[in-house]
């Protein structure tokens, strides 16, 4: 058991010394950014994984989603959820296109397809979901109403590597998907993400935008950034993703006692996993009913704190309560969404968390109980 900090998450790494061989060529090359080999090999190892036929890799998994939207060519309102991290917003926002925000549906946190369909416009344009906590968003749904209105669909699949839905990767659905490879996830590339695709014509666009707009070397055409991977951050994925289903499998273990000692208890609601849903365990939030559980969440939180255990309000405050949105929007809008966020609390949850401080944990929770 520890009596270190225990925090709401830690970063999976490969051992030092794989890491060491799979980086030591670099010193024979010299070539550490703009798409070298290691880019390309982990390109490859994405799409053997996925089995997917289209990704394209970034820095990061905002720049990878404000990519995506660019090279859609999208222009107008965005039907998204305010129950997401602020990335997702922000993205559409700094493309120039207008969020729009649908509830979530109490069952899994993501967007309610009846709130999308009340809110399409002649200026919508697209619908950006989000897969929460590894959950899957209600894909056949959001697809119906998007082929009914010419929408596109782009999923903000951050929290979604490695799930499964039928035995097909989240990777697949919608017109395009953004996965971020940052440190805290599932899968990390230390900073990073991806976006995976269906039209294979985005692949040379989504370079050139992610490379200043370069299509030549005497060509500019488009006004890029620049969120190019480097090799050292692809090294460290072709590495973690060798030991991506012994980290999926640790975490079950730790997933498994939360549901043991907190699954019945009156006043807790956790997530369910779909039978058909082949799960990442990548976060584990729990929703605290006051009135009957008899604390708050911020009282659970609190408990914690004092005691170095660190978990997160996520996500806390709703989008449309930031305060560069909320002279924009209302979160009374958006009722349960509203209602989650203020109940919802994170507990720490990745691989090597050692059972017994599991225990601990959920003793803590449940001493908070009147």
Known sequence: M??????????????????VDEIRELWDSHWLTNMGAKHQELERALKDRLGIENVCLFTNGHNALECILEALDLRGEVITTPYTFASTTHAITRKGLTPVFADIRMSDYTLDPESIEKLITPRTCAIVPVHVYG???????IQRIADEHGLKVIYDAAHAFGVERDGVSAASFGDASMFS???????NTIEGGAV???DPALYNVLNQWKNFGITSTETVEYVGG??????????MGICNLRHLDEEIAKRKLVYERYVER??????IKLNEIPENVTYNYAYFPVLFDENVFGATRDDVYATLMTVDIHPRKYFYPLV???????????????P???YVADRILTLPMYADLALEDVDRICDLVLSCQK
């Open 135 to 141: 959950g899957l968003c209600d894909i056949d749904a």
């Open 226 to 235: 620049n969120a190019k991977m480097n090799v050292f951050c692809a090294a």
């Open 2 to 19: 520890s009596q270190k900090p225990i925090m709401v998450t830690r970063s999976s790494m490969p051992p030092f010394e794989e890491y």
């Open 320 to 334: 449309n309560d930031f305060d560069c949105y909320r002279s924009v929007y209302s979160s009374d809008r958006t």
């Open 336 to 338: 349960v969404a509203k």
């Open 262 to 267: 907190l699954g019945n208890i009156p006043g």
């Open 181 to 187: 490879f940052h440190a805290t996830k599932v899968f």
């Open 196 to 198: 995976c695709f269906k």
